[in-house]
């Protein structure tokens, strides 16, 4: 007997008695895995030369199973006898796993997707502004859509129990004072929710920008769907959420572009030419690796009854090369002082008056 007189056997199998019921669901069980098989073998041979969608079928390939197959099992269990004992309760649970299994799916295809994005756009270059613009959307947007899926799934599983339904047509006589409580308890989720796709789609801050909050320097490590991780530069940990970076004021150091310019301040004598530091901070900045050739500035910018304040400033092309331009400038120009003009370093000036000479015949009277 061949194999598909088996299935003509088992499919004529009755469906009011377990027995019968047992051995469709074996048969289609088997059919379904086959076809999940040939399927996935398929997909993964016409993939074999992108790898970003054969990264997406590989993360789409336990849930595409899972649902694949409890859905060729509710086909079994939908037509099986109403009078068989425990059939609701295995129809029941056969929904929960599909609806489950669905979102799981649907989750894992958004990842892909994000992820295959990302790939796409690497960060280890230059430019890389339109990179992290593109970046932050896809991880704000993807986690917004992931979480709605998962309320809409979980919803739709509680949706199908019956005792479910009947406490939800219960709230509904009641719909505005619930709606109100539940408004107020969750305006703190909701709230980041909507500052996250504020964030995502008017992007005040992206992926590895340079920010200073509340005094701290460091860079955007993650933006999770409630809060922002910036990594600050003693490998600190600053955890920010959401809705405090779209109502309070911050620093963005790389917003438009990642160049910057930097200052260094020194206090020196009012006597103390100025030009040959202005040569100095020149021949500085042109040995200097991480000078961009953009700006290189000497000026005397203030002055007290002690000395006066010069500002060196110059230019790089992200805030970590200008931190340690400036480090160099800075310790260059207090050497070539301390090496050339030692004397007009600042220093604190007294005066002390003269005492008045005693006239010698008073001195001789006394």
């Not at 019968?20 to 993939?47: D, K, M, Q």
């Not at 301390?338 to 008056?353: K, N």
């Amino acid at each position: 007997m061949k194999f598909l007189d088996y299935v003509n056997l088992a499919t004529e199998a009755p469906l009011d008695n377990w027995l019968g019921v047992a051995a469709l669901t074996l048969i289609v069980l088997l059919v379904g895995l086959g076809i999940h098989r040939a399927g996935s073998t398929l997909l993964r041979r016409l993939v074999r030369h992108r790898p970003l969608l054969g990264a997406l079928v590989q993360s789409i390939d336990r849930p595409a199973q899972v649902a694949l197959t409890v859905l060729v099992l509710q086909l079994v269990w939908q037509n099986a006898s109403d009078d068989l004992a425990g059939i609701t309760t295995l129809r029941r649970v056969s929904v929960l796993v599909l609806v489950g299994a669905l979102t799981w799916l649907a989750t894992r295809v958004t990842g892909a997707f994000a992820e295959a994005v990302i790939r796409l756009n690497p960060l280890d270059i230059d430019d890389n502004l339109s990179a992290r613009a593109l970046h932050t959307q896809t991880r704000v947007l993807a986690r917004s859509i992931t979480a709605v899926i998962l309320i809409i799934g979980i919803g739709a599983m509680l949706m199908t129990l019956p005792n479910v339904r009947q406490i939800g047509t219960s709230l509904l006589a009641s719909a505005g004072v619930a709606g109100l409580v539940a408004g107020i308890a969750a305006r703190p989720v909701l709230g980041n929710l909507i500052a996250g796709l504020q964030i995502a789609l008017s992007q005040p801050i992206r992926l590895d920008d340079v920010v200073v909050i509340q005094g701290e320097w460091g860079r955007v490590e993650d933006i999770a769907g409630s809060y922002v991780t910036v990594r600050i530069w003693d490998e600190r940990r600053l955890i920010v959420p959401l809705q405090w970076l779209i109502e309070n004021p911050f620093q963005n150091w790389t917003r438009s572009n990642s160049q910057l310019i930097g200052s260094v301040f020194l206090w020196l004598d009012y006597r103390i030419p100025l030009e040959p530091l202005r040569r100095e901070l020149q021949r500085l900045c042109e040995q200097a690796s991480e000078w961009d050739k953009r700006v290189q500035v000497l000026q005397v910018t203030d002055s007290n009854e002690r000395a006066m304040q010069l500002r060196a400033l110059v230019s790089s092309v992200n805030s970590s090369l200008n931190w340690d331009l400036r480090c160099k400038v800075r310790e260059g120009l207090i050497a070539y002082v301390s090496r050339h003009y030692p004397e007009y370093l600042p220093r604190l000036r007294t005066e002390i008056p003269q005492l008045e000479r005693v006239p010698e015949a008073s001195a001789e009277f006394a």
